[in-house]
């Protein structure tokens, strides 16, 4: 979870969409963003205020809250709670997923047992599972090994998601940039993020697991498991290189990917190369979801800031214009100033199809259990 900074003043500057083979191409506008069909497919509301369900309707989106084993965020009881009851306030556009926690992980009942409970949150609605970094770094076994996520003791778990359709949200590893001195990194909001969380900046710890395994680990799962309908949270972590992505999809067919929080390292790769990044995402625009990472947490003034906003109060201000600064980028052929990279970034103006797809149909898609 890494926040994205962008700033609010938008440069309406147009950029003529890049035409296919069959002639120039429609794509939607600024003014388009919120009478059309939209998913987030990677939000956290940890607060049954209904703030985020309100703006969610108002900017025409559904959501899908992740709920995550992250200790900054609330209990996982309390999480779960929260789900139900803004699903129960709203279930047209409100789902959620459910997660597990990592406790006594090896014991011999612990896949009976978390089975039993991701089973009884699918009969509440939960629409499939989340595993967070925790597994490959920080989460350890009986003999203080890191558990892995190739680790064969979740074949059970995972062999009961795969023969019941149940997907998979992953987050492993983090942005490349995790490896690297501040002053390298490309963009700030990574930077800010891991000034702030030393304990997942892998630079301080090269003790820990390098960039490199963890991906093959992650790799190797996803190969191990090939009926599992996959998701790889945050772009798969593979957001510093479109081609890497590509390969990725390209070997795992299986596979899926977010966009959630990633927006900023795709538009550092589009300051040098704009049309092979539009031609990435029109290429595997059946496999990739929007999702932004937005997190509405209890208000706590002794806990680090989280995602935007960083005033609860300002929640449906701040996630608008975050919504709004990613539609521009992506569906529009306008200009924006992003402070994350300072730098002016040219929207992609990606057909309407395609947007239709990334936005909305993806996610109905590979969430088989929304309602119809």
């Known amino acids: 979870m890494i926040p994205r900074i962008c700033c609010a003043i938008f440069l309406c500057v147009s950029w003529a969409a890049a035409a296919d083979a069959g002639g120039a191409e429609s794509s939607y506008t600024a003014a ?17 205020d209904h703030r985020f369900l309100d703006i969610a309707a108002k900017d025409g989106f559904e959501t899908l809250s992740i709920n995550v084993d992250y200790p900054d965020f609330p209990p996982l009881e309390k999480q779960a709670q929260v789900a139900h009851t803004l699903q129960a306030a709203d279930p047209r556009r409100f789902h959620f997923l459910t997660t597990f926690s990592m406790k006594d992980f090896g014991a011999a009942s612990w896949t009976a047992d978390r089975v039993r409970h991701i089973d009884a949150e699918i009969a509440r609605g939960a629409l499939g599972v989340k595993v967070w970094k925790n597994i490959g770094m920080v989460e350890r076994d009986a003999q203080n090994r890191l558990i892995m996520l190739d680790d064969p003791r979740f074949d059970g778990l995972v062999s009961h998601l795969e023969a019941k359709g149940i997907p998979l949200v992953a987050h ?35 003790e820990q697991p390098s960039y490199e395994s963890l991906m093959a680990a992650r790799d190797h799962f996803v190969a191990r498991h090939p009926k599992l309908n996959f998701v790889g949270a945050h772009l798969a972590s593979l957001e510093w290189s479109v081609d890497e992505l590509a390969r990725f999809l390209d070997t795992y067919p299986n596979a899926t990917a977010d966009l959630a929080a990633r927006m900023t390292q795709v538009q550092f790769q589009s300051q040098s190369d704009p049309d092979k990044v539009r031609r990435f995402f029109v290429k ?28 609860a109060a300002q929640f449906p201000l701040e ?12 569906a529009t052929s306008e200009v924006q ?3 994350a990279i300072k730098a002016d970034v040219k929207g992609l103006a990606l057909p309407k199809a395609v947007i ?15 309602p119809r």
Not at 32 to 48: G, I, S
Not at 172 to 179: D, F, T
Not at 284 to 304: A, F, I, K, M
Not at 356 to 370: E, G, P, T, W
């Open 32 to 48: 388009d963003f919120a009478r059309v069909r939209k998913f987030d497919a990677h939000v956290h509301a940890n607060t049954d």
């Open 172 to 206: 492993q590893a983090e942005p490349k940039n995790c490896w690297l001195p501040l002053e390298a990194m490309t963009t700030q909001n990574d930077r800010s993020y891991f000034r702030d969380h030393p304990e997942y900046y892998m630079y301080l710890h090269p």
């Open 284 to 311: 595997y625009q059946d496999r990739l979801l929007y999702g932004s990472d937005l997190t509405e947490n209890p208000s706590d003034p002794h806990e680090r800031a989280q995602n935007p906003p960083l005033d």
């Open 319 to 330: 996630a608008d214009a975050f919504w709004r600064s990613d539609w521009l980028y992506l």
């Open 337 to 339: 100033s992003i402070d």
């Open 356 to 370: 239709d797809k990334i936005y909305y149909s993806n996610a109905r898609r590979v969430f088989l259990r929304l």
